[in-house]
């Protein structure tokens, strides 16, 4: 089984900066996932990244203004948001899945509660 806790989420101004956690507890699997679902819509993808080498992937929404990263010695996967815009209020939620860096939620195993972020205008 693995269990995962995000964190960090908050309320935040329009060109703010925020970083989530997401802890891991339990066997290790192939790789991390960011997704965001704000209400009323479908669940998006954010950011994955492998935990065994140097592979990552963003949505294109995100490039240049999120990083993916972890830290292995913690089991833990960060999301460092920068320049964030209103539209990226949403709970933000972390995923693990046996196969490589995926956009598709259905490719994650398991997950986490979600922690909200909010951004001001």
């Known amino acids: 089984q693995v269990h995962l806790v995000e964190s960090g989420g908050g309320l935040v101004q329009a060109g703010g900066s925020l970083q989530l956690s997401c802890a891991t507890s339990?066997?290790?699997?192939?790789?991390m996932g960011w997704f965001r679902q704000a209400p009323g819509k479908e669940r998006d993808f954010v950011a994955a990244?492998?935990?065994?080498?140097?592979?990552?992937l963003y949505a294109d929404s995100v490039k240049g203004r999120f990083t993916i990263s972890r830290d292995n010695t913690k089991n833990t996967v960060y999301l460092q948001m920068h320049s964030l815009k209103p539209e990226d209020t949403a709970v933000y939620l972390c995923?693990?899945?046996?196969?490589?860096?995926?956009?598709?939620?259905?490719?994650?195993?398991?997950w986490g509660q979600g922690t909200q972020v909010t951004v001001s205008s």
């Open positions: 339990g066997r290790t699997l192939s790789s």
């Open positions: 995923a693990a899945s046996t196969i490589g860096c995926s956009h598709y939620p259905e490719e994650y195993d398991y």
């Open positions: 990244i492998s935990w065994s080498d140097d592979d990552t």
